[in-house]
């Protein structure tokens, strides 16, 4: 069973950067995908990127170009780079792990996910 554990959240002013990074329990096919989606208050959540364990990078268009996944595979961490942060990305990010991108970037069953990390930009 995958557990996600993330870090790196807090409060930070408009243009500040954040990194977040998310912990495996193990890296096995049900999570061969990592990444992260967020959800702001009252609204829908929203897939934002995806790394693929062999490499392959999916990213939302609302972040392409601010926001940055890697990985480490060795210790079975994912990262985001958050540049350039805006009013508008103020909201819980969580890790998110499946056996594709899409499990990772949309809520289905085989989606597991992390407890969630407060980003609050002002």
């Known amino acids: 069973h995958v557990q996600l554990v993330e870090s790196g959240g807090g409060s930070v002013q408009v243009g500040e950067s954040l990194r977040l990074s998310c912990v495996a329990s193990?890296?096995?096919?049900?999570?061969?995908?990592m990444g992260w989606f967020r959800q702001a208050q009252g609204q829908e959540r929203e897939g934002l990127a995806c790394?693929?364990?062999?490499?392959?990078?999916h990213y939302a268009a609302s972040v392409k170009g601010r926001f940055t996944i890697s990985q480490d595979n060795a210790k079975n961490t994912i990262y985001l780079q958050m540049n350039d942060l805006k009013p508008e990305d103020t909201a819980v990010y969580y890790c998110?792990?499946?056996?594709?991108?899409?499990?990772?970037?949309?809520?289905?069953?085989?989606?597991?996910r992390g407890q969630g990390t407060q980003v609050t930009v002002s």
């Open positions: 998110a792990a499946g056996p594709f991108c899409r499990h990772v970037l949309t809520a289905t069953p085989q989606t597991i």
């Open positions: 193990t890296r096995n096919a049900d999570a061969d995908s």
């Open positions: 790394i693929e364990r062999r490499g392959r990078i």
